[in-house]
T-cell receptor, first 110, second 111 residues
Framework: QKEVEQDPGPLSVPEGAIVSLNCTYSNSAFQYFMWYRQYSRKGPELLMYTYSSGNKEDGRFTAQVDKSSKYISLFIRDSQPSDSATYLCAMRGGAQKLVFGQGTRLTINP | DAGVIQSPRHEVTEMGQEVTLRCKPISGHDYLFWYRQTMMRGLELLIYFNNNVPIDDSGMPEDRFSAKMPNASFSTLKIQPSEPRDSAVYFC?????????FGEGSWLTVV
């Protein structure tokens, strides 16, 4: 079993829809949780960063962490075609090794 | 700052040849990471350095892979000899505090 599980999709939604992306994990030592966005033929870029459980909001993006369920989510409100990309969850414990999910390919249709 | 700079951006080589990928991290960043990305396995950490010292190379797949960081502004990832299964995108990344910044990747094809 992988340490981090993420549905690779692809996920296709109409413009303006609310998008929900999710990851589950098995390592209870993880305490730093991130979402990266990767456009085609580019490197991943940090989108959201959360420490421990709770919610964090940044504009149209909300990250949620539920450590009791070992489950994290990223919500995108009022989705735009420019949000079309692959979204990767990532997490780590006290060590510096960041473990990534497989990535979910998202397409927002105008 | 120009960001993490990787070269070459694209490389096509024949099986058995030596491949050297290069990385210039962002100035002042104390951690440097090498990742490999494939459709099948996603993004995998190969090795990382802290202040130029290799800390964890447990992700390096085989002895054919080696990485060095001779100074704070330069690192190399070498594959010798290369094999078709090494075809992937290789990313270098550097870290400041808790934010990792990725380069645009080196797209390697071994035929």
């Amino acid at each position: 079993q992988k340490e981090v599980e993420q549905d690779p999709g692809p996920l296709s939604v109409p413009e303006g829809a609310i998008v929900s992306l999710n990851c589950t994990y098995s390592n209870s030592a993880f305490q730093y949780f991130m979402w990266y966005r990767q456009y085609s033929r580019k490197g991943p870029e940090l989108l959201m960063y959360t420490y421990s459980s709770g919610n964090k909001e940044d504009g149209r993006f909300t990250a949620q962490v539920d450590k009791s369920s070992k489950y994290i989510s990223l919500f995108i409100r009022d989705s735009q075609p420019s949000d079309s990309a692959t979204y990767l969850c990532a997490m780590r414990g006290g060590a510096q090794k960041l473990v990534f999910g497989q990535g979910t390919r998202l397409t927002i249709n105008p | 700052d120009a960001g993490v700079i990787q070269s070459p951006r694209h490389e096509v080589t024949e099986m058995g040849q030596e491949v050297t990928l290069r990385c210039k991290p962002i100035s002042g960043h104390d951690y440097l990471f090498w990742y490999r990305q494939t459709m099948m396995r996603g993004l995998e950490l190969l090795i990382y350095f802290n202040n130029n010292v290799p800390i964890d190379d447990s992700g390096m797949p085989e002895d054919r892979f080696s990485a060095k960081m001779p100074n704070a502004s330069f690192s190399t990832l070498k594959i010798q000899p290369s094999e078709p299964r090494d075809s992937a995108v290789y990313f270098c990344a550097s870290r400041f505090w808790d934010t990792i910044y990725f380069g645009e990747g080196s797209w390697l094809t071994v035929v």
